[in-house]
């Protein structure tokens, strides 16, 4: 497929908004409703009624301030469950309005489970139970209505910028031979984070069968990266534990059924750990398996037949391939005790807090760039409603920017014709090539470099210096070789950009984990090599700049602050 015959299509818009998710649909319709007049274009490699991590739906809304609970509360619970560590003004600032989005889904159509008062019916102290099998669609309905425009099925690729301010994005469409420009006063990214970067728990036709979804391949990462954005925190990557095989949430067994996690011996094996915390529940599972107590399991065989039909219902509104399971092994949840494992390791700023360093209105050091949801950095376990929340705020900001007038300015023609031809060069290239690699076979060569270096499954998620400094090496290499890809349709085309986005964030992800010199996360950060937190000397945020020129990822260190501004601009 000739460059020649693709068609350049140059959009004008006064917002981009990059992803379609929770983030980007929060943010687009709060645009359209503090100025109908406002040209926002949304711009989703999927479709919007079906994207993102919302895609199969969900069962429960896992950030919500039930009675009792607080923004301080809320703010203290992420904070001790993340080791101490995190942007206490983001997520104050997300605990505040989660409340609020709660109720906008509602109003747009989700089901919210209530009890006999009307009231939402909590799951646990910060979650709700909701019927969010089409949570997506009814979003995509609001956005819609909104007016905002929708670009489906459109993968962006780099961002555009001008005198170091970000004035749009290309991209290309999957479905047939378009290339886009898209110029706008402000730009909000709302990508989600990045799976398929370690070898996953399945394999062959399975290998997809993640717990985050395989086509959030870290391509708002990707584009700061190379457009030298700061980011911060790759090191806290997330590691699920999740229902052996099928990768199906535990969230309904725990919570919802209060399961309690048991080894193989019948035994509580939490107790024996010194706390509760997220990774900890994963860690204790970890090192009960290798120390020859596995397998481990959530113990479902004390509820009763009721409560095992419901938690099936439940599973039906976000994940029923645990229900083909127990179908297939002919047993009932209450017959049996679910397994579970960790799975492979994800970059993602919604549980963990990898992504954009970002001020409170949600801005990246890139002027005229914003950043919400997965993509946004420095503010853990904010779900759907904490992503919407982030979402209004980048919209807030974007606006008050286009009404001071700190909107972006038009580029030289000449110089955006330069630009669009080297881009269009960079991206079709892969299609030009007649010899070279395939997407499968760098996707292969990422996730072999990532397990088996980089604390994959196959190391029991550990790391140590050596291994880390072998897979930089090997990853600049992989990062050469990605100029011999070689697609022969839309579809590999778009495979071979998704693994080059893959190695752009694995290689800033190795850089944090090397830099880190403590364990502050068990199992999402495990130095085996310095295995005892230490705040004396790492109570503070690991961040990076990437400098094309050099092909080299700096290291900056940040303070840590409890609230307020963390950078200006």
């Given at each position: 497929?000739?460059?020649?015959?693709?068609?350049?299509?140059?959009?004008?818009?006064?917002?981009?908004?990059?992803?379609?998710?929770?983030?980007?649909?929060?943010?687009?319709?709060?645009?359209?409703?503090?100025?109908?007049?406002?040209?926002?274009?949304?711009?989703e490699?999927?479709?919007?009624?079906?994207?993102?991590?919302?895609?199969?739906?969900?069962?429960?809304?896992?950030?919500?301030?039930?009675?009792?609970?607080?923004?301080?509360?809320?703010?203290?619970?992420?904070?001790?469950?993340?080791?101490?560590?995190?942007?206490?003004?983001?997520?104050?600032?997300?605990?505040?309005?989660?409340?609020?989005?709660?109720?906008?889904?509602?109003?747009?159509?989700?089901?919210?489970?209530?009890?006999?008062?009307?009231?939402?019916?909590?799951?646990?102290?910060?979650?709700?139970?909701?019927?969010?099998?089409?949570?997506?669609?009814?979003?995509?309905?609001?956005?819609?209505?909104?007016?905002?425009?929708?670009?489906?099925?459109?993968?962006?690729?780099?961002?555009?910028?001008?005198?170091?301010?970000?004035?749009?994005?290309?991209g290309?469409?999957?479905?047939?031979?378009?290339?886009?420009?898209?110029?706008?006063?402000?730009?909000?990214?709302?990508?989600?984070?990045?799976?398929?970067?370690?070898?996953?728990?399945?394999?062959?036709?399975?290998r997809?069968k993640?717990?985050?979804?395989?086509?959030?391949?870290?391509?708002?990462?990707?584009?700061?990266?190379?457009?030298?954005?700061?980011?911060?925190?790759?090191?806290m990557?997330?590691?699920?534990?999740?229902?052996?095989?099928?990768?199906?949430?535990?969230?309904?067994?725990?919570?919802?059924?209060?399961?309690?996690?048991?080894?193989?011996?019948?035994?509580?094996?939490?107790?024996?750990?010194?706390?509760?915390?997220?990774?900890?529940?994963?860690?204790?599972?970890?090192?009960?398996?290798?120390?020859?107590?596995?397998?481990?399991?959530?113990?479902?065989?004390?509820l009763?037949?009721?409560?095992?039909?419901?938690?099936?219902?439940?599973?039906l509104?976000?994940?029923?391939?645990?229900?083909?399971?127990?179908?297939?092994?002919?047993?009932?949840?209450?017959?049996?005790?679910?397994?579970?494992?960790?799975?492979?390791?994800?970059?993602v700023?919604?549980?963990?807090?990898?992504?954009?360093?970002?001020?409170?209105?949600?801005?990246?050091?890139?002027p005229?760039?914003?950043?919400?949801?997965?993509?946004?950095?420095?503010?853990?376990?904010?779900?759907?409603?904490?992503?919407?929340?982030?979402g209004?705020?980048?919209?807030?900001?974007?606006?008050?920017?286009?009404?001071?007038?700190?909107?972006?300015?038009?580029?030289?023609?000449?110089?955006?014709?330069?630009?669009?031809?080297?881009?269009?060069?960079?991206?079709?290239?892969?299609?030009?090539?007649?010899?070279?690699?395939?997407?499968?076979?760098?996707?292969?060569?990422?996730?072999?470099?990532?397990?088996?270096?980089?604390?994959?499954?196959?190391?029991?998620?550990?790391?140590?210096?050596?291994?880390?400094?072998?897979?930089?090496?090997?990853?600049?290499?992989?990062?050469?070789?990605?100029?011999?890809?070689?697609?022969?349709n839309?579809?590999?085309?778009?495979?071979?950009?998704?693994?080059?986005?893959?190695?752009?964030?694995?290689?800033?992800?190795?850089?944090?984990?090397?830099?880190?010199?403590?364990?502050?996360?068990?199992?999402?950060?495990?130095?085996?090599?310095?295995?005892?937190?230490?705040?004396?000397?790492?109570?503070?945020?690991?961040?990076?700049?990437?400098?094309?020129?050099?092909?080299?990822?700096?290291?900056?260190?940040r303070?840590?602050?409890?609230?307020?501004?963390s950078?200006?601009?």
């Open positions: 497929m000739a460059r020649g015959r693709w068609a350049v299509r140059v959009l004008h818009a006064d917002v981009l908004v990059i992803g379609g998710g929770a983030a980007g649909c929060s943010a687009a319709i709060t645009l359209r409703e503090l100025d109908e007049d406002l040209d926002v274009v949304v711009v490699k999927a479709h919007v009624e079906r994207s993102g991590c919302l895609a199969a739906g969900i069962n429960a809304i896992n950030a919500y301030l039930n009675p009792g609970e607080t923004p301080e509360s809320f703010t203290e619970y992420v904070k001790r469950d993340s080791a101490g560590l995190i942007r206490e003004d983001l997520v104050y600032s997300v605990a505040r309005g989660l409340n609020e989005a709660a109720e906008r889904l509602e109003g747009w159509g989700v089901p919210f489970v209530k009890d006999s008062h009307g009231r939402y019916l909590p799951r646990g102290k910060r979650s709700v139970w909701v019927r969010g099998e089409k949570i997506k669609p009814l979003m995509a309905r609001a956005l819609i209505y909104s007016g905002a425009r929708v670009l489906n099925r459109v993968n962006m690729t780099n961002y555009l910028l001008a005198g170091g301010r970000v004035i749009g994005a290309c290309f469409s999957v479905r047939e031979p378009k290339f886009y420009v898209i110029l706008a006063k402000a730009v909000i990214c709302a990508t989600g984070g990045a799976a398929g970067i370690y070898r996953p728990n399945n394999e062959g036709p399975c997809h993640l717990w985050y979804p395989p086509f959030n391949t870290g391509a708002g990462y990707a584009m700061g990266i190379r457009a030298g954005a700061e980011m911060t925190t790759f090191e990557r997330f590691i699920a534990l999740r229902v052996k095989d099928v990768m199906s949430p535990t969230g309904a067994l725990a919570q919802g059924a209060r399961a309690a996690q048991i080894n193989g011996r019948g035994e509580r094996y939490l107790e024996n750990y010194p706390d509760p915390s997220t990774p900890m529940r994963l860690y204790a599972t970890v090192m009960e398996n290798r120390q020859g107590r596995g397998p481990c399991f959530l113990d479902t065989t004390t009763d037949p009721a409560l095992s039909r419901r938690l099936k219902e439940a599973y509104d976000m994940s029923p391939g645990i229900l083909l399971k127990w179908a297939d092994e002919g047993v009932e949840p209450h017959e049996r005790p679910v397994e579970i494992c960790g799975s492979e390791p994800y970059v700023g919604g549980h963990g807090q990898a992504g954009y360093w970002v001020d409170i209105k949600r801005r990246t050091s890139l005229g760039l914003f950043a919400a949801g997965d993509v946004a950095g420095g503010a853990p376990k904010k779900y759907v409603t904490g992503c919407m929340v982030e209004k705020l980048a919209a807030e900001a974007a606006w008050q920017a286009i009404r001071s007038g700190d909107g972006a300015r038009p580029m030289p023609e000449e110089l955006l014709r330069r630009n669009i031809e080297r881009e269009l060069q960079w991206v079709m290239a892969p299609l030009e090539a007649e010899t070279g690699f395939t997407a499968d076979e760098l996707e292969e060569r990422l996730q072999k470099i990532m397990d088996e270096y980089a604390g994959g499954i196959s190391c029991h998620y550990e790391l140590c210096r050596h291994k880390l400094l072998l897979a930089r090496d090997y990853l600049v290499q992989l990062r050469r070789d990605l100029a011999r890809a070689k697609a022969r839309l579809y590999e085309l778009l495979r071979v950009h998704e693994v080059i986005d893959r190695v752009y964030v694995a290689r800033v992800l190795v850089e944090h984990l090397l830099h880190r010199e403590e364990t502050r996360w068990r199992c999402y950060q495990e130095r085996v090599d310095f295995p005892h937190r230490d705040d004396e000397n790492w109570l503070k945020f690991v961040n990076s700049r990437y400098d094309p020129v050099t092909d080299v990822v700096r290291i900056i260190e303070d840590y602050k409890e609230l307020g501004e950078h200006e601009h």
